[in-house]
């Protein structure tokens, strides 16, 4: 697909060279408006303005809100007045505030300008809502519906309003205080009688969000129910807005990306790798490492503390290496797994006592597995005295158990007092892992081998 994209650059650069307007507006009209948008960010900023208005008037505020947004603003900076608002007007409200919220102030001050006092207000409105909340991501542009419509109504409504909805095939029903009643589709309009009421056909069992609930939980319902919209409403239950299926999906990707970021010890960012500069990934790296590098010199600390033992029995020092790694990736298996069942609501915080439960059987049976396959392996191979080789085979038991009871339980314990879980991933288990891993090596030789 890259190499393809590459391709529609090159080609694309030689025609707009060669002045074929007419051949471009041609190719432009068969492609998706999310793949022009990937074209545009390979060509050169000059051209991008002219490209551009060659595009379709039907297509241009759709290529727009696929673009990113250093290709906006430069386009938005390229813009006449007229030029401004005619995108403008062609794009959902929910877009417009989403570019919004990423322009710096002055493009934002040009974009107010050009809407409408309505558009503004409504904008404003939006604005308010918290970032992380489904107010934020809704649009206010639905079909809503009354109980005492026909469906033949309903059908002169959807004709002479829908054009400039963002969705048609889901309508809502409201009273006249707009207090949500009610949800309709198409489909069933369709195959309704024309002279039946909306009340007869309506779907009351209902399924909706708050203006200031998580966008991350509104987007799990989405998952969950497999909606297409959903309704968002006030504390007085008056509908105020849609989520989108869009919208819903950018959420989980966002979550996502945040999550790995996380689990990798990084500050979250929302700039994309290649357009972050060398200084912002430093500083979204550097305090994760910092902190790991003092933590981890409690290992050092307990190394040191024995330093007798290791004296004495050289030998063991050849397997703490083994011994860390396998409990660090024993832990980081059991924290992924609960991470992941706690972002999909798989995993509540009473669940914890079956969930020690079962990471102690599953501990015990890694642990039995691991211990003596590598028993064998120093028996056979490392030609160890077997006293020594049962200290590292037992160490390995306690510390896959160790390891796997810590990686289940702080990600829970985490979310339980308003952390985000992905924060107790693989690099705190590790290290905690780590420094019971050698205390439990030492505790164990100093008493089998009868060091220290």
């Not at 991501?137 to 469906?151: G, N, P, R």
């Not at 028993?375 to 006293?387: N, Q, V």
Request: charged share 25%; net charge negative.
């Amino acid at each position: 697909m890259e190499h393809e994209m590459n391709y529609a650059a090159e080609e694309i650069e030689e025609m707009l060279s060669a002045k074929r307007y007419r051949e471009l507006k041609n190719i432009f009209s068969s492609m998706e408006p999310a793949d022009i948008a990937l074209v545009f960010e390979d060509v050169p900023d000059a051209q991008l303005p002219l490209l551009f208005r060659i595009l379709p008037k039907d297509m241009a505020a759709e290529v727009f809100v696929e673009m990113d947004n250093d290709g906006q603003e430069l386009l938005i900076a390229a813009f006449s007045d007229r030029e401004l608002k005619e995108v403008l007007d062609e794009m959902y409200l929910d877009d417009t505030v989403d570019i919004i919220e990423e322009m710096p102030a002055s493009v934002v001050k040009r974009i107010l300008r050009q809407a409408d006092p309505e558009t503004r207000r409504q904008i404003n409105e939006i604005l308010q809502y918290p970032d992380d909340s489904a107010g934020s991501i809704m649009t206010i542009e639905y079909v809503s519906l009354k109980a005492d419509m026909t469906v033949d109504d309903a059908f002169t409504r959807i004709r002479r309003t829908g054009e400039d909805k963002e969705t048609i095939y889901t309508c809502y029903v409201t009273d006249k205080d707009r207090h949500l009643i009610g949800v309709v589709s198409v489909r069933t309009l369709l195959l309704a009688d024309p002279a039946d009421q909306i009340r007869e056909i309506m779907e009351t069992n209902l399924t909706y969000a708050t203006t200031l609930e998580d966008k991350e939980d509104v987007a799990q319902k989405f998952s969950k129910y497999d909606y297409l919209a959903l309704p968002v409403v006030d504390q007085e239950k008056r509908l105020v807005g849609i989520v989108t299926i869009d919208d819903a999906m950018d959420v989980l990707q966002e979550e996502n990306t945040e999550d790995i970021e996380m689990m990798a010890a990084i500050t979250p960012t929302d700039k994309p790798y290649m357009k972050t500069g060398v200084f912002e990934t430093w500083k979204k790296r550097i305090p994760w490492l910092l902190l790991l590098m003092i933590s981890a010199t409690f290992t050092g600390a307990i190394i040191t503390h024995y330093e007798a033992a290791l004296g004495a029995y050289v030998v063991l020092t050849a397997f703490i290496p083994m011994l860390m790694d396998t409990g660090g990736n024993a832990g980081g298996q059991a924290s992924v797994s609960i991470i992941r069942g706690l972002a999909l609501n798989e995993i509540e915080y009473s669940d914890t006592p079956k969930i020690i439960g079962k990471e102690a059987l599953v501990a015990l049976a890694c642990g039995l597995t691991l211990a003596g396959a590598n028993f064998l392996k120093m028996m056979l191979i490392d030609r160890i005295a077997p006293l020594t080789a049962l200290v590292v085979c037992l160490t390995l038991i306690v510390s896959v158990l160790a390891a796997k009871i810590v990686g289940c339980t702080l990600p829970i314990a985490a979310k339980r007092i308003g952390f985000d879980p992905a924060v107790m991933a693989s690099p705190f288990i590790t290290t905690i892992v780590d420094a019971i891993s050698l205390v439990v090596y030492f505790q164990i030789a100093t008493h089998l081998l009868h060091i220290g």
